[in-house]
T-cell receptor, first 114, second 110 residues
Framework: NAGVTQTPKFQVLKTGQSMTLQCAQD?????MSWYRQDPGMGLRLIHY???????DQGEVPNGYNVSRSTTEDFPLRLLSAAPSQTSVYFC?????????????FGSGTQLSVL | GQQLNQSPQSMFIQEGEDVSMNCTSS?????WLWYKQEPGEGPVLLIA?????ELTSNGRLTAQFGITRKDSFLNISASIPSDVGIYFC??????????FGAGTILRVKS
């Protein structure tokens, strides 16, 4: 099993550019989420999904869009990149029911916005 | 949203020493978790706690769910070089949403 796969590993954007961070999981998890990690601030929830077709906002959703057309995939879109979005992004998945607190994380995407 | 205060921010200890870190919250959590992140990787779950007062071990790691449900503690005994990394506490909110502390950076001198 690959677990949670994120691509790309590294990305540099110019201010105003758009891009999509990819996330795929092969564990048939209903719950998927995106976090950003900034120094001294831990991980903050951007968006999450409890199943295909269902998404909701987390703590810091502004500037990001998500969709969940399949159970496996949960892409994160930056519509118009800003320097404040320079961060490390993690995708995570888990079961929705019992045991769902045990998130499995991908290895992250390091994004720099110039 | 809820805030978790994790301390210390960083530790630089001698190999073989014991390590203690803690996490406090202004609100009650029903589940506390501890994760470890190594460089270039995502966090990995170490220990999950489900009951107030619960004490759970995973090898040299021991974590406790505070009796008030507003805090949790992680101890690492006899530290070794591979213990280096960032340790995060997390509390579980409604809907499987985790709230994370800012992390404790652990460095070990061998």
């Amino acid at each position: 099993n690959a677990g949670v796969t994120q691509t790309p590993k590294f990305q540099v954007l110019k201010t105003g550019q758009s891009m999509t961070l990819q996330c795929a999981q092969d564990m048939n998890h209903e719950y998927m989420s995106w976090y950003r990690q900034d120094p001294g601030m831990g991980l903050r929830l951007i968006h999450y999904s409890v199943g295909a077709g269902i998404t909701d906002q987390g703590e810091v959703p502004n500037g990001y869009n998500v969709s969940r057309s399949t159970t496996e995939d949960f892409p994160l879109r930056l519509l118009s990149a800003a320097p404040s979005q320079t961060s490390v992004y993690f995708c995570a998945s888990s079961y929705s029911g019992a045991g769902g607190e045990k998130l499995f994380f991908g290895s992250g995407t390091q994004l720099s916005v110039l | 949203g809820q805030q978790l205060n994790q301390s210390p921010q960083s530790m630089f200890i001698q190999e073989g020493e014991d390590v203690s870190m803690n996490c406090t919250s202004s609100s009650i959590f029903n589940t506390w978790l501890w994760y470890k992140q190594e460089p270039g990787e995502g966090p990995v779950l170490l220990i999950a706690l489900y009951k107030a007062g619960e004490l759970t071990s995973n090898g040299r790691l021991t974590a406790q769910f505070g009796i008030t449900r507003k805090d949790s503690f992680l101890n690492i005994s006899a530290s070794i070089p591979s213990d280096v990394g960032i340790y995060f506490c997390a509390g579980l909110e409604y809907g499987n949403k985790l709230v994370f502390g800012a992390g404790t950076i652990l460095r070990v001198k061998s």
